[in-house]
């Protein structure tokens, strides 16, 4: 053999060997660093403006966040790598020459001053602990540095160990700890508060700023010396740095929608597009009001608030206090499907507009009605009181139950349900239908985020807008900004091409037409139509144009405020998570009065007006009949009129309003007013010929239960018949099954209740109507 072949052998033995070992060391099962690769980091929020809201803890209490090396300032890498391994780069996982260093250290000092751990070694041993530090652990580590460096990059494994290095206090890598000791962002970091953090892991008792800021500015100055040869900072520098340093205490602000999103999102660093100070003061002001009524037992609340252009989420306050756990104060109460009462009725009003029924100046019924045919529906109003003939403008603001089911019954229950699925109310899907006529008065049980949403369509024109929570880039800012570009409004009068210009984002979409969204926040800014309804209206008195809507449900189990300015819209809900009463009407403007003061915080300056309905004129009508005002009529008031109505002569002069040969003004009410009239003592007359004739009760159709009443006294079933247009007749003949009697005006009588299928028929002069019912 000669001496060439020799050395091929040896040296083909040699690769063959290393080759073997690498994959050794490459493939070997390592199960301690799978689950390290899958272990939890934090993740954190800001706000809009960048303040930090959270770290969530990971593992039982620690904060961990992670930050991709290339986004790790250079100087702060150079700082780690002179701290712990200098030679990163240019060893395999072992660093011989420093091994050999504290080798002759260890030796000469008599204790261990370097530990020539490597960056890999150092990692292996966060990936796979072992108990005690001696010498077989320290062969481990190396063993598992050597895996690492097969499977890994250098930058990887400089990546995770940045990541994962722990800096004692439940802290571990950079990110966390430069927010935990300088409350600062990586990027942030000066130079000397880089050295100091970088020395922190050496020892992290020893060298912990906030407790021992000299040790800790000393090694940090120390360590930048070694760094460098040109020394361009100063020792004060470190020293003031190590002591500015404190320990953090870690925020926890917006725990409720920090939670939904981590149901979801899965980056690490989440920017919301909430503001922290406008938080602050809703949570102080829902506190502080809670507080003030603690009588009343109200215990939960909830606010959310939102930006009407983007639909950007400003502020989201779940509950009273989030420790509170006597009174569950985990349950996001945005997110809680409640019943909200009269705050649902601007919708139902807002498509009577669409369909044509109503216009600000028609006249509602607001008398004792009947609704449905097999389940009948008796609506009363807050005060169990009937105004009569009402304008749609009144009945809106001052929350009147009989016109809104009125509505309701002409729309038709299902239309409207699909109305409200298409603003968002995906709570109804569950039963929505079975509230039935009752979806008129908001039975249908609706959360505060779908409220709250919904309620924004009327200041943003009739458009929904889909909630946004988070900033994701700088393409969907400027694509909000893009939908504000100002248009001349009579160019694009109609809808259709308006939205075309206007290019709604996905997911926008309009529900009402602009005119209806329009009149119905007129209304609701309008403060002289509010006052039959509450008595309270100084709670809704702003300096700037708002709108609001209240509601109770439930004798109180629920009360809510909603209001609105051009640029925002907030919705607040007071009452129990466990459902409980609250206390008679004490505290029932309370949302109200949060809602404007949280109104008033973010509108200082601001005083934007809503804008007018596009085509109507402001005309002067009858308070009474709604109709063009009179000579006759004794109070008026303006109203947005249709121009068209106006040029067409389609509005016509009060027909209510009269003077008798004494010269005084007599009032002459339509028929359909006949019961109500009856049961109050006007100084007026009824019309009884203005309209055909009519059974209005019972309803044709209609099941009636029987029931012992206990006391002896017969039932009755209240008959109610109407019009009746031959001026010279004066009775009505009745035919009740086999009976027949006649009745004299107003046509309202009793028949009594017996089992079986009856059928009534009535009948004046020519007219007559006839319809069946059944008694089980
Ligand atoms: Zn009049």
């Not at 070992?21 to 980091?41: D, Q």
């Not at 204790?111 to 001696?134: C, D, F, K, Y």
């Not at 010929?689 to 029931?707: E, Q």
Request: aromatic share 12%; net charge negative; charged share 25%.
């Amino acid at each position: 053999m000669n001496k060439l072949k020799k050395l091929l052998v040896t040296a083909g033995s040699f690769v063959l060997c290393a080759v073997t070992i690498f994959t050794l060391f490459k493939f070997s099962p390592f199960p301690a660093f799978n689950r390290f690769k899958s272990h939890e980091y934090s993740r954190s929020f800001y706000d809009r403006n960048n303040e930090l809201l959270q770290v969530t803890s990971v593992d039982g209490g620690i904060r961990r966040e992670y930050t991709p090396l290339k986004n790790i300032p250079d100087e702060l890498v150079k700082a780690a790598l002179k701290a712990e391994d200098e030679n990163f780069y240019f060893h395999s996982g072992l660093d011989l020459f420093a091994v050999v260093r504290a080798f002759f250290q260890n030796l000469t000092n008599r204790r261990r001053v370097s530990g020539a751990s490597t960056i890999s070694m150092q990692l292996a041993r966060m990936i796979s602990p072992s108990p005690e530090r001696n010498f077989t652990a320290k062969i481990k580590d190396t063993l598992n540095a050597f895996r690492l460096e097969a499977r890994l990059s250098k930058k990887q494994i400089l990546e995770l160990y940045m990541n994962n290095l722990p800096f004692g206090n439940n802290v571990e890598g950079f990110t966390s700890a430069a927010k935990y000791f300088f409350d600062k962002e990586l990027t942030e970091l000066n130079l000397a508060e880089m050295y100091c953090l970088a020395v922190i892991p050496r020892r992290p008792g020893l060298y912990n700023p906030a407790i021992n800021p000299e040790e800790n500015g000393n090694a940090a100055w120390k360590l930048y010396k070694e760094s460098r040869k040109k020394i361009e900072w100063n020792e004060d520098a470190f020293l003031l740095a190590a002591e500015l340093a404190e320990e953090k205490k870690w925020p926890f602000y917006f725990p409720h929608l920090v939670n939904e999103i981590l149901k979801e999102e899965k980056n690490t660093k989440i920017k919301l597009t909430v503001d922290l100070q406008i938080q602050k003061f809703a949570e102080f002001e829902l506190k502080s009001a809670l507080e003030n009524i603690k009588g009343a037992r109200i215990n939960n609340a909830a606010l959310l608030l939102i930006e009407n252009s983007s639909g950007n989420v400003l502020a989201w306050v779940g509950s009273n206090d989030w420790f509170d756990e006597e009174y569950s104060g985990q349950i996001d109460g945005v997110k809680v499907p409640n019943q909200m009462g009269s705050s649902m009725k601007p919708f139902l009003y807002a498509m009577a507009m669409d369909e044509g029924l109503i216009k600000p100046n028609t006249i509602l019924p607001d008398i004792p009605l009947e609704f449905g045919s097999d389940k009948i529906y008796f609506p009363l109003n807050f005060n169990n009181r009937f105004n009569g003939p009402v304008r749609s403008r009144m009945a809106l603001a001052s929350s009147l139950n009989v016109p809104a089911v009125y509505l309701l019954d002409k729309i038709g229950v299902e239309p409207y349900y699909h109305k409200l699925l298409d603003l968002g109310f995906n709570s109804l899907l569950n039963d929505g239908l079975r509230a039935d006529l009752g979806l008129a008065l908001g039975a249908g049980e609706v959360t505060l985020e779908e409220l709250t949403n919904a309620f924004s369509v009327f200041a943003n024109d009739g458009i929904y807008k889909p909630l946004v929570l988070e900033i994701n880039s700088d393409e969907k800012n400027l694509a909000v900004k893009e939908n504000e570009i100002e248009y001349d409004e009579d160019f694009y009068a109609d809808d259709d091409i308006l939205d075309q210009v206007e290019k709604l984002l996905p997911g926008q979409k309009r529900i009402y037409s602009r005119n209806a969204a329009r009149i119905i926040a007129d209304i609701l800014s309008d403060k002289s139509a509010r006052v039959s309804g509450f008595g309270f209206t100084q709670t809704f008195e702003t300096k700037y144009p708002s709108m609001f809507k209240t509601g109770t449900a439930n004798q109180y189990q629920n009360i809510v405020a909603l209001g609105s300015t051009p640029s925002y819209t907030i919705g607040v809900w007071m009452g129990n998570f466990n459902g409980n009463t609250v206390v008679g009407k004490t505290g029932s403007s309370l949302p109200a009065y949060v809602a404007k003061k949280v109104l008033d915080f973010v509108t200082e300056y601001n005083f934007e007006e809503f804008k007018k309905p596009l085509g109507y004129v402001r005309e002067k009508i009858c308070s009474l009949s709604g109709m063009k005002a009179g000579e006759n009529c004794p109070n008026t008031i303006w109203e947005y009129i249709p121009e068209k109505d106006v040029d067409e002569n389609k509005f016509d002069e009060c027909s209510w309003h009269h003077r008798n040969e004494d010269g005084k003004t007599i009032t002459i009410y339509p028929a359909e007013f006949q019961k109500w009239f009856s049961s109050e003592n006007f100084a007026g007359t009824l019309d009884y010929n203005s309209s055909p004739l009519k059974i209005l009760s019972p309803k044709d159709g209609g099941i009636f239960y029987k029931y012992e009443s206990g006391n002896g006294q017969e039932e009755k079933i209240q008959v109610e018949v109407i019009g009746g247009l031959d001026v010279n007749e004066k009775v009505l003949k009745v035919f009740y099954d086999d009976e027949e009697f006649t009745v004299e005006r107003p046509f309202s009588f009793e028949i009594p209740v017996e089992l079986g299928r009856h059928n009534l028929t009535v009948q004046f002069g020519q007219e007559s109507e006839s319809i069946n019912f059944t008694v089980e």
